[in-house]
């Protein structure tokens, strides 16, 4: 079954990586690829990147069909589709033994990350994107009651999906038992307590565990957890975006192993 994706990074970066998932593009852009001169920056840089779309899709023979914007809009709906759409083939999960198996291959300290039960798609393809600049090893989803990979997480993820692996598990609990036999120690991620995530060590092999919007991480799964870390707020509001929090972890991670 096919999937459909949109937004001038998401089809580039799938034809740089996967051009064989790529079955055809809808666009009701120039197919010309000409380029307005009185354009600013932003628009030169689509101009440029939409160029390489149209050589990349005539390399692998893939066909590009004008399409008008009223009936894009119908394939993809209303979103910033930028006037490129793709349909490829299905999202392939990958299996935790396959996230593992990458971390043990790359000869690195394990960053994996569980995002206990997420539910905004947004969220989702943010925290992709911080995952995937950090060079985590890999993701981990539940199956079930918690959001999917679907094309609101490519765009939003500005291709950064076609090079992180993720994988859907039934049980997040089950899998944190898994993670800790094979070495790697599970940190839990709270809005009050736990340690700072500044005074946290994270020298070692990690999984960090995201809690959903508003509710956390599961009481069962924190319980899993070796530890817990919070990020220090100064004013009244005492939580953040569940991708912000994300990012925050992920980088100061990033920060303390460059050191």
Same mark, same amino acid.
């Given at each position: 079954m096919s999937r459909i994706i949109y937004g001038i990074h998401p089809v580039l970066e799938i034809l740089r990586s996967h051009p064989e998932k790529v079955e055809k593009i809808l666009s009701s852009r120039d197919l010309s $690829?000409?380029? /307005?001169?009185?354009?600013?920056?932003? !628009?030169q840089k689509i101009s440029i990147s939409f160029k390489e779309i149209i050589k990349l899709s005539d390399r692998w023979g893939i066909r590009?069909?004008?399409?008008?914007?009223e009936r894009l809009e119908q394939v993809v709906g209303q979103v910033n589709h930028q006037g490129i759409a793709a349909y490829v083939s299905e999202f392939g999960y990958s299996s935790l033994e396959e996230i593992v198996g990458h971390w043990r291959n790359s /000869?690195?300290?394990?960053? @994996?990350?569980?995002?206990?039960?997420?539910?905004?798609?947004? /969220?989702?393809?943010?925290? *992709? &994107?911080?995952? +995937?600049?950090? $060079? @985590?090893?890999?993701? @981990? %989803?539940?199956?079930?009651?918690?959001?999917g990979v679907t094309s609101t997480v490519e765009k939003v993820s500005a291709g950064a999906l076609e090079y992180v692996s993720i994988a859907r598990v039934t049980n997040i609990s089950q899998? %944190?038992?898994?993670?800790?036999? !094979?070495?790697?120690? *599970?940190v839990g991620t709270e809005g009050d307590g736990g340690t700072s995530l500044y005074d946290a060590d994270f020298d070692a092999d990690i999984a960090v565990v995201i809690g959903s919007e508003g509710k956390g991480i599961r009481p069962l799964v924190k319980k899993k957890c070796d530890y817990l870390i919070s990020i220090p707020m100064r004013g009244k509001i005492n939580s953040l975006n569940a991708s912000v929090s !994300? !990012? @925050? *972890?992920?980088? +100061? %991670?990033? &920060?303390q192993r460059s050191l």
């Open positions: $690829g000409k380029q /307005n001169k009185r354009s600013g920056t932003s !628009a590009l069909f004008p399409e008008k914007k /000869n690195e300290k394990a960053f @994996i990350l569980i995002l206990d039960g997420l539910q905004d798609t947004q /969220n989702l393809g943010a925290i *992709v &994107r911080s995952a +995937e600049g950090a $060079g @985590i090893h890999g993701i @981990i %989803i539940p199956k079930d009651r918690a959001a899998t %944190i038992e898994k993670l800790k036999k !094979a070495g790697i120690w *599970v !994300a !990012a @925050i *972890v992920i980088y +100061e %991670i990033v &920060r």
